[in-house]
């Protein structure tokens, strides 16, 4: 199993930003995807996930209304928008994989991660 996440960077505030997360070695449709983020001295937290068959979305309530998940599976790809991005969005951002249908932010769940992609966003 790979994960790769990507499209990082650095965003003033109230911008936008599409984080990318491209997946292989594994049957697309049989597993649950979530995006999770971790800021400095802080505990890893999920954001938002998506089912295997596309639905069962959740997003925290931080980010919910803000943040958008989505997934392309004949890419093999999950995204992530985020709109209206605040300073305390600023983390290394992470996409994880469990098997089967699921929908839940916990960290302990999710079975493979990937690397993450930096994310900062200036006031």
């Known amino acids: 199993v790979q994960l790769q996440a990507s499209g990082g960077g650095l965003a003033q505030a109230g911008g936008s930003l599409t984080l990318s997360c491209s997946a292989s070695g594994f049957t697309w449709e049989d597993y649950t995807i979530g995006w999770f983020r971790q800021a400095p001295g802080k505990k890893r937290e999920g954001t938002s996930c998506i089912n295997n068959h596309g639905g069962g979305i959740y997003y925290l309530e931080a980010v919910r209304g803000r943040f958008t998940i989505s997934r392309d599976s004949a890419k093999g790809t999950v995204y992530l928008q985020m709109d209206s991005l605040k300073p305390e969005d600023t983390a290394v951002y992470f996409c994880?994989?469990?098997?089967?249908?699921?929908?839940?932010?916990?960290?302990?769940?999710?079975?493979?991660w990937g690397q993450g992609t930096q994310v900062t966003v200036s006031s």
């Open positions: 994880a994989i469990l098997e089967g249908t699921y929908s839940g932010l916990d960290t302990v769940s999710y079975d493979y």
